[in-house]
């Protein structure tokens, strides 16, 4: 928008010289892209607006069907809820545990050696680059079904972002308190638990509490893939056509996310 | 207490950084090195604790000679030599109590002090240690919290906590306001005479200097130039330092 107007403008288009006009073009052709793109995912995805309209009645009906939510079975939805939670935790724990060694090798500052750095950095990717329900199919084909290969999944999924973010801290971290600690006659070991830690260990546990916050709401519909949890009873009901016990852990779902997100800014606004 | 024997070191690409550089620091005296950027002054520093390797020459410290030490010797000979820099360079995330503390990490390699935590006697000193800096009633606090002139006090105190022979500092007042400095300056005086330290002392503010120091010592290109008390040292000498680096 305000390049648009920039390039309107005679004095910017005066100083700009004959580059102007090409400049221009580049633009417009730029333009026409971005639309074509556009376009195409519409052709693509058979967006069809009459369907969307014919579509409200069905959804009217499954909300009519769907209320008022059977609370009186909100003791059997306690169970699933506990598992999906605590498959994130699970998730989340070990993803830390595997990512901290994997991050120590990622960061170009500390990293033992070059080759090192890049098959640390290329595991890091790989985990990340393959989808958390993918890796859950994959474990669910490996230990059967349940919370377990939920727990795994996220857990591999996770080592993605948070070696990827804890080498990035590790590459930031103020080296002169390291430096003036050697110079104090400190050993090694001393220099890592006084002056590395304290100052990792905030931002850490920030990450990590960020990515359980993510966790929850992917363990949600792991289960969908046989892995255990909210996400195996919402497809169970809907395949029952149970859509008051559909809504009701819809609900669950919505509390579960919200509260699970206040829970990790509340936490790590207390951190920083 | 200091003594600096024909200290050279040559850079690989033939420039000399310090020429047979000659020094001698004795306990309670405060010595100022002046010199223009580039004169070697930081690089004389850096070799004295050897953070540089030396090409050439012995660094005494009371009766250890440093300059071939390496590995657990070089880190033992280290305790006597305590150093602070321009950044105070302390953990924010930590208490400043804790931070003072840190210097007397290298007495000790108890499994208390490999996991992060310090024996209770040396948090009593620590604690006198800030006394000294006068920031006594600041422990608990975190470290992130201070002002420039409070954070360098804490790192003379981590230094002290130390309990060095030696104190080096690195121009410690650079980033400082005037009157921060005149106090950090004021302290380094009196830790000399009254911790009898030796202190060296390297500076860009020529008034500083003639304030405080026993001695200045002017170097320019690796080489000492002069090595006089305030009083018999002429302003016209130091104002030299500076001028002639473009000949």
Redesign the interface.
């Known amino acids: 928008m305000t390049a648009g107007t920039e390039a309107g403008s005679p004095i910017v288009t005066a100083a700009r010289g004959w580059g102007a006009p090409a400049a221009h073009a580049l633009r417009m052709v730029l333009i026409l892209i971005g639309v074509l793109v556009v376009a195409q995912s519409f052709w693509m995805v058979e967006a069809k607006p009459q369907d969307l309209i014919t579509g409200i009645f069905g959804m009217a009906d499954f909300i009519r069907r769907a209320t008022p939510p059977d609370f009186s079975r909100l003791d059997a939805a306690i169970w699933p809820t506990l598992e999906t939670v605590d498959i994130a935790i699970f998730g989340t724990f070990m993803g830390v545990i595997m990512a901290v060694p994997l991050a120590l090798m990622a960061a170009a500052n500390v990293t033992p050696a070059r080759w090192v750095y890049f098959v640390a950095r290329g595991i890091i990717g790989f985990a990340r680059a393959v989808p958390d329900l993918v890796w859950a199919l994959l474990f669910v084909t490996a230990v059967g079904l349940g919370p377990f290969p939920g727990g795994l999944a996220l857990a591999v999924h996770s080592i993605g972002m948070l070696g990827r973010l804890f080498a990035e801290t590790i590459e930031q971290m103020?080296m002169?308190?390291v430096?003036?600690?050697t110079?104090?006659?400190?050993?090694r070991?001393?220099i890592f638990?006084?002056?590395v830690?304290?100052?990792l260990?905030?931002s850490f546990l920030g990450i990590s509490l960020y990515r359980l916050d993510e966790n929850i709401r992917s363990s949600l519909v792991l289960g969908f893939v046989g892995a255990g949890g909210i996400g195996f009873q919402l497809l169970t009901y809907m395949n029952l056509f149970d859509y008051r016990k559909v809504s009701l852990y819809l609900i669950i779902t919505f509390v579960l996310v919200l509260s699970a997100e206040r829970f990790s800014a509340v936490l790590r606004q207390k951190l920083a | 207490m200091l003594r600096v024997r024909r200290l050279s070191l040559k850079y690989p690409n033939g420039k000399l950084a310090l020429a047979d550089f000659d020094l001698e620091v004795r306990a309670g005296e405060l010595v100022i090195v002046l010199g223009g950027n580039g004169s070697g002054k930081t690089t004389l520093l850096r070799c004295i604790?050897r953070?540089l390797a030396p090409t050439s020459g012995e660094v005494w410290v009371s009766e250890t000679q440093l300059t071939h030490l390496d590995g657990e010797k070089l880190?033992?000979a280290?305790?006597e030599?305590?150093?602070i820099?321009q950044?105070a360079?302390?953990?924010?995330?930590?208490s400043v109590l804790?931070n003072v503390a840190?210097?007397s990490?290298?007495?000790h390699?108890s499994l208390r002090?490999?996991?992060?935590g310090f024996p209770p006697e040396e948090l009593v000193a620590a604690q006198g240690c800030l006394g000294q800096v006068g920031l006594a009633e600041l422990g608990i606090q975190r470290a992130g919290t201070l002002s420039g002139g409070q954070a360098q006090r804490v790192?003379i105190a981590?230094?002290l906590a130390?309990r060095p022979r030696v104190l080096l500092a690195d121009e410690p007042v650079a980033s400082l306001d005037p009157e921060a400095a005149e106090e950090i300056m004021r302290l380094l005086r009196r830790l000399a005479v009254e911790g009898n330290l030796a202190v060296l002392c390297v500076l860009h503010q020529v008034d500083l200097a003639y304030s405080y120091a026993d001695r200045i010592v002017g170097i320019r290109d690796g080489r000492k130039i002069f090595d006089d008390p305030p009083a018999e040292l002429p302003r016209e000498a130091v104002r030299h330092l500076y001028l002639d680096r473009a000949a």
Request: aromatic share 0%; net charge positive.
């Open positions: 103020d002169a308190p430096d003036a600690l110079l104090t006659g400190a050993r070991i001393q638990t006084h002056a830690v304290p100052s260990l905030p | 604790v953070t880190r033992r280290r305790l030599l305590a150093m820099s950044h360079a302390l953990v924010k995330r930590r804790a840190t210097g990490l290298g007495r390699d002090t490999e996991l992060g790192s981590r230094a130390q």
